[in-house]
């Protein structure tokens, strides 16, 4: 019988999970070159005061393009899943 996931291995997978997603967001933006907006008829005007500008919103240095960081943050999840694996994989 299966011991149930330690809160190391839950936590691991949880940061990888948001790495993944998170670096999966930033490469489809850099992809498409428009912001990812949704469209509603009665939450438009609301939803359009939160557009932004490709170049607006940077966090990080402007020598890594967001396409470049959606991918680091994709490897990134993918090795904190295999890490989670691992672990949970050591513990039974």
Known sequence: MS??????????????ATC???GALLWIR???????????????????????????WRVWSP???EG???LYLLAAGLVLAVVARLFS???D
């Open 89 to 91: 994989a050591r513990r």
């Open 68 to 70: 470049r960081l959606g």
């Open 30 to 56: 850099s992809r498409t070159g428009t912001p990812l907006t949704l469209s509603s008829s009665s939450y438009g005007s609301y939803l359009a005061a939160d557009s932004y500008s490709p170049s607006a």
């Open 20 to 22: 993944a997603v998170i």
């Open 3 to 16: 011991r149930p996931a330690s809160r190391c291995t839950t936590a691991l997978y949880a940061v990888s």
């Open 63 to 65: 020598a890594v393009s």
